[in-house]
Structures are given as structure tokens and as C-alpha cells.
């Protein structure tokens, strides 16, 4: 069974910054993805253990995803928060070199950990 434990969320201002964090009991290809109420999950960032990542336009220039191999670790790296980020941000691994923005394409989810912005 593989377990991805997620932390680093809260609530913080606009133009704050947060840390998530998302350790995998195993070596995968690891993302992001968030999800505001109402709305649906939707593709943040994604690193392969290459470290070869891809991330959603709407963060660019301000989320940075990052891994330590050895504690089979993602780290999200998020700066200049905007109202807009705030949502339930998912660790997810998939099995696969995938590190694209399909959420089908990833096996494992994290429960999900609550990011607020407020303004």
C-alpha cells in the first residue's frame, strides 16, 4: 500500500509564501494538484525522479516543485500567493515517467492539505 503523507498547508496573506510537502513510501513520479471549492481538480506542478518537472502557467514564476530522491520527498515551493491558490491542495504519485496534467495518469493520492490566502 502506498502512502503519501502531505504537510505545510495553512492559512497565510497575500503575497505569503507556504511549503507543502509530500513524502511517498516508494520512488515515483510525483505532483500537485488543488482543488477550490466548487471547482474542479485542477494540475499545479509535476517532477519525475530525473528531476524533469512541468507546471500549470497559472504558477509559473511563482511555485517551484523540487524532490530529495533520498527521502522519496516532493517539496512545493509556493511564493506571491494570490486569493486564488487557496483550495485543497493532493500530493499524487504515479507508477509511470508521466508528469503531465492528466489526474487519470497518477495511481496514489494524499488526503489533501487545506491552503488559505487571505487578501
Known amino acids: 500500500q502506498v502512502q503519501l503523507v502531505e504537510s505545510g498547508g495553512g492559512l497565510v496573506q497575500a503575497g505569503g509564501s507556504l511549503r507543502l510537502s509530500c513524502a511517498a513510501s516508494?520512488?515515483?513520479?510525483m505532483g500537485w494538484f488543488r482543488q477550490a471549492p466548487g471547482k474542479e481538480r485542477e494540475f499545479v506542478a509535476a517532477?519525475?525522479?530525473?528531476?524533469?518537472?512541468t507546471s500549470a502557467d497559472s504558477v509559473k514564476g511563482r511555485f517551484t516543485i523540487s524532490r530529495d530522491n533520498a527521502k522519496n520527498t516532493v517539496f512545493l515551493q509556493m511564493n506571491s500567493l494570490k486569493p486564488e491558490d487557496t483550495a485543497v491542495y493532493y500530493c499524487?504519485?504515479?507508477?509511470?515517467?508521466?508528469?503531465?496534467?492528466?489526474?487519470?495518469?497518477?495511481?496514489?493520492w494524499g488526503q489533501g492539505t487545506q491552503v488559505t490566502i487571505s487578501s
Open positions: 517532477i519525475h525522479w530525473t528531476g524533469i518537472s
Open positions: 499524487a504519485a504515479g507508477r509511470s515517467a508521466y508528469v503531465g496534467n492528466s489526474y487519470s495518469r497518477y495511481d496514489y
Open positions: 516508494g520512488r515515483y513520479a
